[in-house]
C-alpha cells in the first residue's frame, strides 16, 4: 500500500490480491477482450465480489479455453485451464 499526501492508495495487487484473482487471470482476460490489464484488473475485481459476476467470468475463462483450442493455441489452452482450475477451487465452483 503506498502513502500519498496522508492517505493509502491500494495498488492494483493489493486489489487482486483482495478479490483472489492472478496477475496470469487477468492478463489471459485483458488479451482475449483486448483491453489494458489495469482495466482488466479492475472490471475483474468488481466481477468477483457477486454470485453472478463469479459464474460470469468462470463463463469467460472457459470461452478462452474453446478459442485457444479451437484456434490452435495449446499454450494458451493450457494457461487458461490451469487459471480456470484455480479459479474455480478459490471461488468453490461446482465442476
Known amino acids: 500500500m503506498q502513502?500519498?499526501?496522508g492517505s493509502k492508495m491500494l495498488s492494483m495487487r493489493?486489489?487482486?490480491d483482495y478479490c483472489?484473482?492472478?496477475d496470469e487471470e487477468?492478463?489471459?482476460?485483458a488479451e482475449f477482450e483486448g483491453i489494458p490489464d489495469v482495466m482488466a484488473g479492475q472490471v475483474l475485481c468488481g466481477l468477483v465480489?457477486?454470485?453472478e459476476g463469479v459464474q460470469l467470468l468462470a463463463r469467460w475463462?472457459?470461452?478462452?479455453?474453446d478459442y485457444?483450442?479451437?484456434a490452435g493455441l495449446p499454450d494458451k489452452a493450457a494457461r487458461a485451464r490451469a487459471?480456470?482450475?484455480r479459479f474455480s477451487l478459490a471461488h468453490q465452483l461446482a465442476n
Open 26 to 29: 487477468v492478463s489471459l482476460i
Open 49 to 51: 465480489q457477486t454470485d
Open 20 to 22: 483472489d484473482l492472478t
Open 61 to 65: 475463462l472457459q470461452e478462452l479455453i
Open 83 to 85: 487459471e480456470f482450475s
Open 3 to 5: 502513502e500519498r499526501g
Open 14 to 16: 493489493d486489489c487482486l
Open 68 to 70: 485457444a483450442d479451437a
